[in-house]
């Protein structure tokens, strides 16, 4: 497909001279054989993934070269490879808002750089009047964090990572026995007069569960400037700013961090499995009640969301990182809207958002798995609280 190589708007930036911040931290990072290069404003904490020929033009970009200027280098060196005048000003649009490029602009000119920012804004007004995605920021753990990091550095290493599983599979084998008790103990659990019981350990596991993102983020030299509140399914849940991950370079840190959540939720889970088991025989007191309800939470929550790579949650960062496809969701649901586009709608100027026929495979899959199972969950716990909250 050919792509229009003129936009009518050129004429507003054709002479702006940005210049990336001297702030900025850049990390380069491989995907598929492919240099990509991460932008980071430490300041905002903002990220920008840039491929290579936008990182070159990006770095041409130097406060005295116009963008005109740079755009026909970019010509010269890439030729149909090189980004469109459109697709330059998406670019410096884009990275203007995130406040990694700074340009003396014209009122006419931020208007249009800023359209990025303004549907954004609206984005962000939309989630705020759903409950479903509040969130409010409660504090910097930071000092909190680089306490513990140290104390738990030792065992955040491979030699950690198997006495781990060996601690998760031994609680696993002792519970596996014990069938009865566990169905009864569900019933119990669900009951609403439990409910409270179960949000609070809910909450706590949840807690545990943020610090482990911290940790690991820590213990690899990020930082984590946020720690919150959200509504996750009606239900308050902690958060961690961990967002600094996305500029590590190796992609095992990376799936390590999006890991480390779900381990320390399990080790807890784990120690509240052998404290279960230990007393069985005292089955009405509240330490027993309160063991299986960790061990349900985090089960329950490990399972339908955190290790579930088709919502975006820890698994699914995992999985992108581990297929080396960024924006995996995201670029799965254009992948879908563009076959949709070229061979229902018959629209010709249509391009995919990825070139390679393994890439747009993965997309096409993943896309259509994470599509049928959010129905799935969405129909799935929509009825079971309809049948218990049928008021609200």
């Known amino acids: 497909m050919e792509r229009a190589t003129f936009s009518p708007l050129w004429h507003r930036v054709r002479a702006l001279k940005p210049r990336l911040r001297p702030h900025v931290q850049v990390t380069r990072q491989h995907y598929r054989g492919r240099r990509w290069h991460v932008a980071h404003d430490p300041a905002s904490n903002q990220f920008f993934r840039l491929s290579p020929v936008a990182y070159e033009m990006v770095g041409l970009l130097d406060g005295t070269r116009t963008v005109e200027e740079v755009w026909n280098i970019s010509l ?11 697709e330059v000003i998406e670019l410096l649009g884009q990275m203007y808002n995130s406040n990694l490029l700074a340009i003396d602009t014209t009122p006419e000119t931020e208007q249009l750089l800023s359209r990025g920012r303004e549907r954004l804004k609206r984005r962000i007004s ?18 909190y964090l680089t306490w513990l990091e140290p104390i738990l550095r030792p065992l955040i290493n491979g030699w950690g990572f198997l006495l781990w599983c060996a601690w998760v599979t031994w609680a696993i084998v002792r519970v596996a026995p014990h069938t009865e008790a566990l169905q009864g103990a569900f019933k119990d659990a669900i009951a609403p007069a ?37 509504l996750l399914v009606l239900l308050p849940s902690p958060y961690v700013d961990a967002s600094a991950t996305w500029a ?39 330490g027993h009640k309160l063991a299986f309800n960790a061990m349900f939470t985090a089960s329950v ?5 955190n290790a579930n790579p088709l919502m975006r949650f820890d698994g699914y960062y995992i999985l992108s990182d581990l297929l080396e496809v960024p924006n995996l969701m995201q670029r799965s649901t254009r992948m879908l809207q563009h076959l949709a586009q070229k061979y229902i709608y018959r629209v010709e100027q249509t391009r995919p958002p990825a070139t390679t026929t393994s890439e747009q495979v993965t997309l096409v899959v993943y896309g259509v798995l994470a599509m049928a199972y959010r129905i799935f969950l969405f129909f799935s716990i929509t009825m079971y609280m309809l049948g218990k909250l049928f008021a609200i």
């Open 301 to 305: 929550t490990t399972v339908l969301f």
């Open 194 to 230: 439990e409910w409270f019981s179960v949000f609070c350990v809910f909450v706590v596991i949840k807690a545990i569960h943020e610090t482990g993102h911290g940790i690991i983020c820590k213990r690899f030299g990020g930082q984590v400037p946020e720690f919150g509140a959200m």
């Open 248 to 286: 590590f370079a190796s992609k095992w840190k990376r799936m390590a961090e999006g890991a480390g959540g779900m381990i320390f939720e399990l080790a807890v889970a784990a120690a509240a499995a052998h404290y279960w088991v230990a007393t069985l025989a005292d089955s009405g007191s509240l």
């Open 76 to 86: 010269g060196n890439h030729g149909d490879a090189a980004p469109t005048q459109g």
């Open 126 to 143: 939309q989630q705020a009047i759903g409950i479903m995605y509040f969130r409010v920021k409660l504090f910097n753990p930071d000092r």
